[in-house]
């Protein structure tokens, strides 16, 4: 099946520096890559979609100036979250859709951000 | 707005037992419909996906999908305890390439 590789997996950071994280579809090419959080014992929380070579589009409540997305190739995405605080401490993961028409998603493996 | 539920759980079988995890979901228009495993601090992992009605079966896992009826289901036969995670149902809309929409998930734990 598709790969996609996330990177780094773990890390911790002082509050107010800012921190990227990396989406890489590894075998295929990924015209949208989804972005999404999920605290300890709760969902997946959609936080933005984002299309290669355009803007990404943010879920209601997400800051679009605090997460920023970049999209710049088919095979890489990057989530800058940008004066961390200790509040957005969580497990960050980011998904490719694939080619076909079912909508399938590949995950990363996921980040997890601890803000101190 | 698009709804998926599952019931929190968790659902507790033993060892050797078949596992049943119910979905239902809002929009009539779903066209796809996933199944995904996430082990605690682990992102997920597809299981399986379904579009049409019926039953498709994949080594000891089969999803049912009834679209009448707004429902999926996966079972899990023998269940082990290796089995022991949440399971999230996801949904896409009318267009499979629109966004899937995740239900809150069931935790599912098998007992030796």
């Known amino acids: 099946g598709a790969v996609v590789s996330q990177h780094p997996s773990w890390v911790i950071c002082k509050s107010g520096t800012s921190v990227k994280i990396e989406c890489r579809s590894l075998d295929f090419q990924a015209t949208t890559m989804f972005w999404y959080r999920q605290f300890p014992k709760q969902s997946l929380m959609l936080m933005a979609t984002s299309n290669e070579g355009s803007k990404a589009t943010y879920e209601q409540g997400v800051e679009k100036d605090k997460f920023l997305i970049n999209h710049a190739s088919l095979t890489l995405s990057t989530l800058t979250v940008t004066s961390a605080h200790p509040e957005d401490s969580s497990f960050y993961i980011c998904?490719?859709?694939?080619?076909?028409?079912?909508?399938?998603?590949?995950f990363g493996e996921g980040s997890r951000l601890t803000v101190l | 707005q698009k709804e998926v539920e599952q019931n929190s759980g968790p659902l507790s079988v033993p060892e050797g037992a078949i596992a049943s995890l119910n979905c239902t979901y809002s929009?009539?228009?779903?066209?796809?419909f996933f199944w995904y495993r996430q082990y605690s601090g682990k992102s997920p992992e597809l299981i399986m996906f379904?579009?049409?009605?019926g039953d498709k079966e994949d080594g000891r896992f089969t999803a049912q999908l009834n679209k009448a009826s707004q429902y999926v289901s996966l079972l899990i036969r023998d269940s082990q305890p290796s089995d022991s995670a949440t399971y999230l149902c996801a949904v896409t809309g009318p267009s499979g390439y629109s966004t899937l929409t995740f239900g809150k998930g069931t935790m599912l734990l098998v007992s030796p």
């Open positions: 998904s490719a859709q694939g080619l076909t028409n079912t909508g399938e998603l590949f």
């Open positions: 379904i579009y049409s009605n």
């Open positions: 929009d009539r228009g779903s066209q796809s």
